[in-house]
């Protein structure tokens, strides 16, 4: 059972000033997660997790993320940028880019960050960017082609992902010329980066990861004399959005690291490489909230409550079909006697938080919390039709509340166009 952050009696007293819909974040859990990430791979000295700002781009969340010891991964110059204005500068920016317009490159410079190349070819691009000289350290991005899975035999075999389909990263052939490359370029620390899957529930992802990309650093250093400073895991490890899913221990993906560290990279003269992660969906999905309220019922072909938040507060369930679980607040005892589809506004038929979901008897005017929207939740946020993003709150350690991003007004809709109106077609 999923059990919300907030209560019925807290939502009440926040839409005195603040009206639903809204995202909302729990600080406590935040910086807890953090911490307990921290002390997982405490035992390797140079770690750092690299929160990724596309899944909640918002500074007050980055800061809190800073303050528990964590840099930011970036990919776009709008994610440079709020990372430098929310005081995060240098070595604690990761900046994994792909297609990347040449002005980014530059950016990611300026402010000191750690430029993790996609692709071979791209290093005479940034040479080119940056007027001739690569920065003192650099990374390069692996994907190893093929299927990559977990397991040992045909029976328990578990299809991840397929990396050899994706658009990102090097060949191995290629990262190792690029090595060579950037190494008589004067770049004095190099590191290697990769992502094989996405929301993984196996305590197993990390650590099979790890032995791939600690394996390939070996063969680095055996056929180049290059020794990688840091080795990046990136992101994947998943959460559990459903009540019954198996969730990931933190403690026990870390310790599988550390063991494959002491197999691989220690006997060969390289336990001094810094491991870094990537992480998003598990630093914040969990201790996020979408609250909306329930303001229409339906009695056709099937039950229909329509609430006041819309696919543009919380794109997943109509993009990819995703599940989140629902609260109706004050009602978390209550039988669950009635079967719904949770549905927005959009003139879409694909707008639905809930399909068929059995829930509490829902009146007009409930609350619903929608559950794991910490991440990648209010940052897909968008404006079809003409519907506004909501405003981010936090919930404080000491339980108060605070506005971190104001909602969208129509002003904000039509600032791109107010200097349009009359223009003659």
Known sequence: MKVPFITK????????????????????????NARALNKAFSWNKGYKEYFAVKATPTPAILKILHEEGCGTDCSSMAELVISERSGITGYDVMFSSNETPAEEFVKCAEIGGIINLDDITHIDYVLKALGGKLPKRMSCRFNPGGVFTLGESNESVQVMDN?????????????????????????????IHSFLASNTLSNDYYPALAK???ELAVEIKEKTGIKLSFINLSGGVGISYTPD????DI????????????????????????????LGRFMLAPYGHLVTKAIHEKHIYKEYIGVDAC??????PAMYGSYHHVTVLGKEEAPATETYDVVGSLCENN????????LPKIDMGDYLVIHDTGAHGHSMGYNYNGRLRSAELLLK???????????????DYFATIDDFWDVEV
């Open 9 to 32: 009696q807290q939502v009440e007293e926040i839409v005195k000033e603040y009206p639903t819909p809204f995202h909302i974040y729990d600080e406590k859990g935040i910086r807890e």
């Open 163 to 191: 990396p050899g389909e994706a658009k990102y990263g090097m060949t191995p052939e290629q990262i190792i010329q690029a090595y060579k490359r950037l190494s008589e370029l004067g770049v004095e620390e190099l590191g």
């Open 212 to 214: 791939i990309l600690f």
């Open 245 to 248: 899913a198996p969730s990931n």
């Open 251 to 278: 403690a026990i993906i870390g310790e599988g690291v550390h063991k494959v560290f002491d197999e691989v990279l220690v006997p060969a003269g390289m336990g001094d490489v810094s491991i870094f992660t990537e």
């Open 311 to 316: 696919a543009a507060n919380l794109m997943r």
């Open 351 to 358: 707008d639905k938080f809930a399909i068929d979901r059995k």
């Open 397 to 411: 350690e000491d339980g108060s509340v605070v506005q971190i991003r104001r909602a969208e007004t129509l002003e």
